[in-house]
């Protein structure tokens, strides 16, 4: 099975910071990379997919980057709504894995 | 409106079973693969299971920690979704969505969620 490691596993920053978060594979995964941010109580709702693509309707500042097995995901100022745990997702292969949440909060 | 509405959850002693449904509407169900994911309480996302659809013979996707005890179905002309859940255990217990998945692009995969139905496994 393909391990996602992510980190920081739970940080906490100032509106208007950068915030970036690492998700890297254990082996290569391609371009198949898919980025979740799920509020407290709510549904997971899909931010970015492969690696890069910015889902319908998310706001401009997010982004991802990355290839092979090292992927970022990249708040470029952060807001109080952005208050969430994100997931990276691999479906290179079965099964596909998570790796386990960065809780991001407000400083 | 694309939705889906999962439905089937509930308390069941271990060793019990379970049937979780999802209702599609809103896209063409029987285009897409189709996804189970779960969620433990206070814990990450794990993905459980996959259908494929017709044209791949509906072949099907397990987790190890429940392959041979639950069986995914679909059934397009109701446009819904089945985790058939056997032999159920403690650590089954999980809020259970389904997920639009892969439809010959990755533009709609994994991009809509059911609001989920919740399992507890316990005696």
């Known amino acids: 099975d393909i391990q996602m490691t992510q980190s920081p596993s739970a940080m906490s920053a100032s509106v208007g910071d950068r915030v970036t978060i690492t998700c890297r594979a254990s082996q290569g995964i391609s371009n198949y990379l898919i980025w979740f941010q799920q509020k407290p109580g709510k549904v997971p709702k899909r931010l970015i997919y492969?690696?890069?693509s910015l889902q319908s309707g998310v706001p401009s500042r997010f982004s991802g980057s990355g290839s092979g097995t090292e992927f970022t995901l990249t708040i470029s100022s952060l807001e109080p709504d952005d208050v969430a745990v994100y997931y990276c997702l691999q479906h290179s292969s079965y099964p596909l894995t998570f790796g386990g949440g960065t809780k991001v909060e407000i400083k | 409106e694309v939705q889906l509405v999962e439905s089937g959850g509930g308390l069941v002693q271990p060793g019990g079973s379970l049937r979780l449904s999802c209702a599609a509407s809103?896209?063409?169900?029987?285009?897409?693969?189709m996804d189970w994911v779960r969620q433990a309480p206070g814990k990450g996302l794990e993905w459980v299971s996959r259908i494929r659809y017709r044209s791949d013979s509906y072949s099907t996707e397990y987790a190890a920690s429940v392959k041979g005890r639950f069986t995914i179905s679909r059934d397009d002309s109701q446009n819904s979704l089945y985790l058939q859940m056997n032999s159920l255990k403690a650590e089954d217990t999980a809020v259970y969505y389904c997920a639009r998945s892969y439809s010959g692009t990755f533009m709609f995969y994994l991009d809509v969620w059911g609001k989920g139905t919740t399992v507890t496994v316990s005696s």
């Open positions: 809103g896209f063409t169900f029987s285009d897409h693969f």
């Open positions: 492969s690696v890069s």
